[in-house]
């Protein structure tokens, strides 16, 4: 019988291991390949929270919605209130489109039930005729300054939407504490290289009639961007 030396052993062990580890690896790339894009993630909403102080205006500094490549919206605003009869959250917002020369306010509004009175983060689409499942979380707030809110839609053969607002009290919030909220987004498979920042100066409608004429290529374009909605709801002009 022959036995190999101590040190070609440890060897053939490591080569093992490595080859152990890289299979363990290609199983875990292709399971999250898989992953079931149809389904919105587990969410961990904030804990004690306490929605009387959540309520109120707040500024949309950063955006983000995983149907766009680009930031199709400026001067977007939230106000928020509850029922406490019915366990309802309203949010009531205004916003513009970033390629409107006239800068015309646009208002909309979405309303969710809070299913558990011992989770009053997480919030559920309350309107119909909305197909499906549209769940809104409270990821963080220090209810004074600054908030972190996330959407994700599900509907029956179609891929999940998901989108989340980073909200101040005011119309700035510092970049260590952006930074903070973004970090949060990842886990939830956001990509932050699509989590635009929204400009909220400026935000006045111009009166075409005195100021310019709005060519006729433009006029279309407007039509066709009162099609879409940040939160995929019907819209009416300011």
Known sequence: MTYLPIGCLKIHLFIL????????????????????????????????????????????VQYYASSEEALAYRCMRAELSVSPEKAEVTMNFTYSFTDDPINEQLVGNITWKIPSPDLPAHWVHAEFPYEGVYNTYVLDSDYKSWALLMHCAEKSKSPRYLSSFIMSREMNLGINVISYLREKLPRYDIDLEYMFPMEQGNCSTMDPELHFKIPPELVAKRTYAARRHPLRRKHKHL
């Open 17 to 60: 291991l490595t080859l152990v580890a890289c299979l363990l690896k290609d199983s875990s790339a292709q399971w999250k390949y898989r992953e079931d894009k149809t389904k919105c993630p587990k969410v961990k909403a904030i804990r004690n929270f306490d929605i009387s102080e959540f309520l109120g205006s707040w500024y949309i």
